[in-house]
């Protein structure tokens, strides 16, 4: 499984066309945005496309994603080196738990390999239990009582998923 890099318009309306049919079949909030490190992948598979995923830079003060829930409000991430992952899909046709355990390891990967402490992301319920309960990785659940949102903020800390046995196993397959 690999990952490629969007740096084309080619490649841009790709990466669209396999996040946009689900975000509007869940009715997301459609957004995109020109953020300074921000970088688009598209997965591969046997070159394959089966998902896409968009990393960003996580600015503290100033990150988009704060609007949809606060990450700000949480110290533990302020000056930490933290990535958003966002658009994370897999096509619903090629959805599989092979597919999952691809998209994980690219994700821990990417993240392990660009020396982020965390990683943060709103995912959905679903996701959030397969995480937690499936794969035991170090999810850490974030909640304000003030703050509803239909997705789950969540954080993982870099340094234990490294050391996690889901990575120790995934990396050696």
Do not use: C
């Amino acid at each position: 499984m690999t990952g490629l890099l969007v740096q084309t318009t080619i490649e841009y309306e790709r990466f669209t066309n396999i996040w946009l049919p689900i975000w509007k079949a869940n009715r997301f909030t459609l957004e995109s945005s020109i953020v300074p490190g921000n970088e688009r992948y598209i997965l591969l598979h046997n070159q394959e496309e089966y998902g896409s995923v968009e990393a960003i830079p996580f600015n503290y003060d100033h990150s988009l994603i704060n609007n949809d829930f606060p990450f700000h409000y949480f110290t533990f991430l302020k000056n930490k080196n933290v990535i958003e992952f966002n658009k994370l899909v897999i096509k619903k046709e090629m959805q599989s738990l092979r597919k999952l355990h691809e998209t994980l390891l690219f994700l821990a990967n990417y993240s392990i390999d660009h020396n982020y402490d965390y990683i943060i992301a709103l995912v959905d319920s679903q996701l959030y239990n397969t995480l937690v309960w499936r794969y035991k990785l170090p999810v850490v659940k974030l909640y304000i009582p003030t703050v509803h949102t239909t997705l789950i903020p969540i954080a993982i800390d870099t340094q234990k998923l490294k050391n996690s046995p889901f990575y120790e196993k995934m990396k050696s397959n």
